[in-house]
T-cell receptor, first 114, second 111 residues
Framework: SAVISQKPSRDICQRGTSLTIQCQVD?????MFWYRQQPGQSLTLIAT?????????ESGFVIDKFPISRPNLTFSTLTVSNMSPEDSSIYLC???????????FGPGTRLTVT | QKEVEQDPGPLSVPEGAIVSLNCTYS??????FMWYRQYSRKGPELLMY????GNKEDGRFTAQVDKSSKYISLFIRDSQPSDSATYLC???????????FGTGTRLLVSP
């Protein structure tokens, strides 16, 4: 399965600022996903990112708040914009492995907004 | 009502016990069913997946799907302290793309 890394692993940010999270995969993948995992809640899909096209956002998530880039088949970024304490969460990227099946996750970025 | 329901636990068992973890769901279109293990401060790790109904076994782990009851299970035999983690079920009607997750069950296996 693909090996996925994320940067930063954690950060503490002030409200009103923005943070960009990077996701790097060790192989080329078509689809990358961004999730949010809030305490006591299930993982929630934010958006799907395909290389060369605009990301597709799920209900309740908008591009102005969570802009995503996908410049190539091994890399993606998620920006959390104009942060508030409610954005404190773990953000995870994942990829679909079309060869073996399944969706595989990175280690996550733990974000705290003060 | 959530699409996928999962008891948050914690579920505490002694080492060597058989563990049963379960999820129920409401969307009859779900065809792909996955189980993830998540250690504290780590990303979810895919344990196994099944398509449609039936059983699948991988070492100490067995996944069961009962689509007629909209109920899936993960059994862990001879549980070990290293199995202590949160177990997440996930499912999809579109392959391995748009997954819907349960909230996870925290499992504690004591030596």
């Amino acid at each position: 399965s693909a090996v996925i890394s994320q940067k930063p692993s954690r950060d503490i940010c002030q409200r009103g600022t923005s943070l960009t999270i990077q996701c790097q995969v060790d192989s080329q993948v078509t689809m990358m996903f961004w999730y949010r995992q809030q305490p006591g809640q299930s993982l929630t899909l934010i958006a799907t990112a395909n290389q060369g096209s605009e990301a597709t956002y799920e209900s309740g998530f908008v591009i102005d708040k969570f802009p995503i880039s996908r410049p190539n088949l091994t890399f993606s970024t998620l920006t959390v914009s104009n942060m508030s304490p409610e954005d404190s969460s773990i953000y995870l990227c994942s990829v679909e492995d079309s060869g073996t099946g399944g969706q595989y996750f990175g280690p996550g970025t733990r974000l705290t907004v003060t | 009502q959530k699409e996928v329901e999962q008891d948050p636990g914690p579920l505490s068992v002694p080492e060597g016990a058989i563990v049963s973890l379960n999820c129920t769901y409401s969307n009859s279109a779900f065809q792909y069913f996955m189980w993830y293990r998540q250690y504290s401060r780590k990303g979810p790790e895919l344990l196994m997946y099944t398509y449609s109904s039936g059983n699948k076994e991988d070492g100490r782990f067995t996944a069961q799907v009962d689509k007629s009851s909209k109920y899936i299970s993960l059994f862990i035999r001879d549980s070990q302290p290293s199995d202590s983690a949160t177990y997440l079920c996930a499912m999809s009607d579109t392959g391995f793309q748009k997954l819907v997750f349960g909230t996870g069950t925290r499992l504690l296996v004591s030596p």
